[in-house]
Structure formats: C-alpha cells, structure tokens
C-alpha cells in the first residue's frame, strides 16, 4: 500500500516546478539589473572620486558636491561608493550554492553586508535632511521610514544568525536584501513606467514630483510590495494548494517581466549615457 502511494504523483510536482522557474526567472532578472547599478556606481562615482573630479557628482545629484562642506561630501561620497558593495554583494548572498560551497565567505560577505546597509541607509536618512534630495516630502518621509526597516532587518539577521537559527536568519537576510533594494526597485519602476508610457506620465520632470511618484515611493519605501511578493513566495513555498502555488508563481513571472522593462530602461535610459 505505501509503495502505490508513494508511486501516485504529487499534485503539487509542476506547480512547484513553476515556482522555482519563476524565483530563478526572478533572481536573473535581479542579478543583471543591480551589477549593472553596481557596474554604473563604480564607472561614475568611483572614476569621477579617484581622479578628484568632483564636481561630476553635481551632474546627477542636484546636492552632490558643495565646496567646503567636507563633512556632507564625505556622507553623500561614501553613501554613493559603499552602495557598490550592496548591490554587488546582495545577490551573492542569496545563492544557495555560495552558502553551501564557501560558509566562510557568506558568513564575512554577511557581516560586511549588514554593516553597509546600516551605514548607507543611515547616511541616506541624513543627505535627505540635511542636504535635501530630488522629489517631494511625501518622497522624502517615504525612503526614511525604509531607513528603519533596513536598521531592524539587518539586526534581526544578524541575531539570528548567531543563534543559528537559519530559517530565521534566511527569511529576515531576504527581507532585508527586499528593502536594501528599495532604491534599485524605485529606478527600475520608474524606468518601466517610462518606457511603456513613451516618457513621463503622471508626474512632473522639473520638479521630480506628482502622483506617479508619490505612490511608488510608498510602495516601494514605506509599505514595500517587494516584502508582500516576499511573503507570498513564503508561503507558496509550504503550501499544499496546487492553484496557490501556481498563481504565486505566475504573479512572480509577471512582476519579473516588468522589471525586466524597467532594467532595459534602466541601463539605456540612465546608466550608460551617464557613463558613456
Ligand atoms: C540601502 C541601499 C541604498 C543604496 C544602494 C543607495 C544608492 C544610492 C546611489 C547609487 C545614489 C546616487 C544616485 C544615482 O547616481 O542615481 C544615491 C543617492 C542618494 N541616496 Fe541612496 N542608496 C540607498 C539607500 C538610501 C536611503 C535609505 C536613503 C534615504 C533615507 C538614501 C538617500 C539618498 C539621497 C538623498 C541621494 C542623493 C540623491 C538626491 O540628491 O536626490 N539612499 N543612493
């Protein structure tokens, strides 16, 4: 009897097929997309910081850099540089097969990961009151309260992954990558957005402000979609409902071929004219 039952097919087999297909789909999308931030990051910020140049931030950030304060410069330079080791690092530290092959490496990478969160999160949090950003308050009140988030998930990784709790520590590191990838998620939406609707739509381009983005930055900053997707691939992930897992899993499919819009528009729109 235990034998024909195990012979049965599991209902669940290709749903859970697709859902791994669409989280691979998904990881892809996000690898290629943030190295290419992170490739960006390094070919401006770092060449224009190495040679002395400055003033190159200020064609991009509108409070780059000012002359004489040496105190913001060196918040709004290291914010900006040591972005690189997040978007770089991030996907690295998701790879099964990395945690698996090198535990040294994901356990220093993880060390290394948390620190900068907080370190650049909290300098965001200051360039944004202190100095002003692009955007309008709801945008600004938006990210800070993503500084928080960031602040809690990195401690809640990092507690328990030293009480070895690691299907704790996995789920609060993914949330935390979630929401470290805010401000890559606002660029590529944003992108998206441009390139379906043939340019801006929704708000307006001088003054970086209007209801388009008032809204991505809330969900992607304040009340993060990426954390509910999160979630639902949680629970996906344990349920026994053929039609739950496959609707989650074609959401996931949905979600990564707009993201893949927003990376093309993202790297020619963006990126490669500003280092080309
Ligand atoms: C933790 C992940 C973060 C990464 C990887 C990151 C990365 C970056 C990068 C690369 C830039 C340069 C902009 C560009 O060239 O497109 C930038 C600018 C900036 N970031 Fe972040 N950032 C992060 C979090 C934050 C947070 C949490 C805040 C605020 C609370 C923040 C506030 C700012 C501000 C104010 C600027 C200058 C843009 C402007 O002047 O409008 N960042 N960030």
Redesign the pocket.
């Known amino acids: 009897m235990a034998e024909k039952i195990d012979l049965l097919p599991n209902p669940t087999e290709y749903p859970r097929k697709l859902l791994n297909l669409a989280v691979a789909m998904w990881f892809m999308v996000t690898t290629i997309g943030q190295w290419a931030f992170g490739i960006y990051?390094l070919a401006?910020y770092g060449t224009s910081t190495v040679s002395g140049d400055f003033n190159r931030w200020n064609e991009?950030?509108?409070?780059?850099y000012v002359t004489g304060d040496w105190t913001g410069n060196l918040v709004v330079g290291i914010?900006?540089l040591l972005?690189a080791i997040?978007?770089f690092g991030g996907p690295l530290q998701l790879l099964p097969s990395l945690r698996k092959l090198a535990p040294g490496a994901h356990r220093w990478l993880g060390r290394i990961y948390t620190t900068t969160?907080v370190i650049?999160?909290t300098g965001?949090?200051v360039?944004?009151w202190t100095r002003g950003?692009?955007g309008d308050r709801g945008q600004h009140v938006s990210?800070?309260i993503?500084?928080i988030y960031?602040i809690v998930f990195a401690l809640l990784a990092w507690r328990h992954a030293r009480a070895r709790q690691f299907d704790k520590h996995r789920k609060w590191a993914t949330r935390l990558f979630m929401v470290?990838s805010?401000?890559?998620f606002f660029r590529i939406g944003l992108m998206c957005w441009l390139v379906l609707n043939g340019g801006p739509a929704g708000f307006d381009p001088r003054t970086f402000s209007g209801p388009f983005l008032t809204t991505l930055a809330v969900f992607v900053y304040a009340l993060p979609v990426s954390l509910l997707l999160l979630e639902l691939y949680f629970y996906a992930q344990k349920a026994v409902k053929s039609v739950v897992i496959t609707a989650v899993a074609l959401l996931i499919f949905m979600v990564t071929a707009l993201m893949a819009v927003g990376v093309f528009g993202a790297v020619a729109g963006m990126w490669l004219p500003r280092i080309g």
Do not use: E, Y
């Open positions: 990051i401006f991009v950030l509108p409070h780059g914010h900006v972005a997040l978007v969160a650049v999160a965001g949090f360039m944004v950003a692009v990210i800070s993503q500084t960031i470290v805010g401000v890559w």
